[in-house]
């Protein structure tokens, strides 16, 4: 079965920081764009990072902007999302996504272009 699987999420304290990881299951995905989409209770499911195919295209939503960081790493087979300043409205269950396409460019925030999800990681960020 082919499925991404998320790890990092949990508590912490506003002005703290987590480290969400991503796998694939089932397939090598060098050859795959790879997203973080975000889903807080009441709103729509939003992208706030993204890294295309070789790593040299990232892209943040503004909310998120100077604080996260998308990592790839080959070797580990693995997509990091690191979270610092962590604030009360990064509340939310995160979602790591797969594209069968190298780079989505423009589009990469559709969430109809991901074809691989994963089952979410809860954060919560509250003192």
């Known amino acids: 079965q082919l499925q991404l699987v998320e790890s990092g999420g949990g508590l912490v304290q506003p002005g703290g920081s987590l480290r969400l990881s991503c796998r694939p299951s089932?397939?090598?995905?060098?050859?795959?764009?790879v997203a973080w989409f975000r889903q807080v209770p009441g709103k729509e499911r939003e992208a706030i990072s993204y890294i295309n195919s070789n790593g040299g295209t990232t892209n943040y939503a503004d909310s998120v902007k100077g604080r996260f960081m998308i990592f790839r790493d080959y070797a580990e087979m693995r997509v990091d999302l690191q979270m610092n300043n962590l604030k009360p409205e990064d509340t939310g269950v995160y979602y790591c996504?797969?594209?069968?396409?190298?780079?989505?460019?423009?589009?990469?925030?559709?969430?109809?272009?991901?074809?691989?999800w994963g089952q979410g990681t809860q954060v919560t960020v509250s003192s």
């Open positions: 996504a797969a594209s069968r396409s190298r780079h989505l460019g423009d589009n990469w925030h559709r969430q109809y272009d991901y074809d691989y």
């Open positions: 089932g397939f090598y995905w060098d050859y795959h764009a």
